[in-house]
């Protein structure tokens, strides 16, 4: 009896193990002159994010991929509130409640976003500091050829996710991006990292990329990184609306409460 059940918890142990390694996204980047295509394939699925159909071209592997987490999680019978889906992606924004503060349709596609070239890593409401994220972090996401994509990053919780009276605060915008070639989209508001109030505890930093319908023209205030102003009450929602975005096609998201960065980035701040 003893050893059976120690035969079983030994086993239970191994797959928890196996589970944490298959999850751990340590070789993320390992290497930078691999073919981009099949390094992002790997990159999506290791991260888990659902759909690479138009990646794999295959449906098997689309079922696949959908089986493997394809039954409603726990929580799923839960109270009130959106259904989860099964897929990794869209479940964390469902349980985090981006779904409904932000969006209405959750994204189920991963957007890969990395800070401090590559060595910290956004993985669905981790915990990072405003230290970490002060300058603008990478993002990777499966991108359709001929495709102009809008990337948003946005925090619901300000000042404090108990009272988010100027939800959302927006860090970062940009439109008309080619492919998920940041560099070469049209920015409308200049990337300004983390910056939550002292003991206002931890916000959400939601990224969120859209595929346009084609080239935008937008008549928004430009940004700049210098002042904070008008970056409260952005309306995600409404911004898809106006440009006709539809729902979001990848994201992902951090968490990140005050440390000493914060005053110093204010200090930077034209008044
Ligand atoms: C981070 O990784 C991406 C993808 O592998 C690579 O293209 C990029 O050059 C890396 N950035 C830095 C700063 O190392
Ligand atoms: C603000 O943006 C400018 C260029 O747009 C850049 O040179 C500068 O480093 C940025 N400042 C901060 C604090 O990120
Ligand atoms: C803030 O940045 C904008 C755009 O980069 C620049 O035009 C402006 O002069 C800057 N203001 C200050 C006070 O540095």
Known sequence: MRTALGMVSVLLGISRLFRLFT???RHFFRDQHQEEDEDLRRRTRQFGGGRVDHLEGSQGSVQRLMGKSGSKGPGASGPAGPELTGNMAADAFI??????????????????????????????????TPTQVKSPPQVIWAAEEGYLYTLIMTDPDAPSRSNPKFREWHHWLIVNIPGHDIGRGEVLTDYIGAAPPKDSGLHRYVFLVYRQQGKLTCNEERLPNNSTANRGKFKTKVFATKYKLGNPVAGNFFQAQWDDWVPQLYASMKK
Not at 100 to 127: K, L, R, W
């Open 23 to 25: 999850r751990t996204p």
């Open 95 to 128: 349980k985090n409640g981006i779904v409904p503060d932000i969006v209405d349709t959750a994204p189920t596609e991963t957007a890969a976003v990395t800070y401090e070239s590559n060595t910290t890593i956004v993985d669905f409401g981790n915990e990072l």
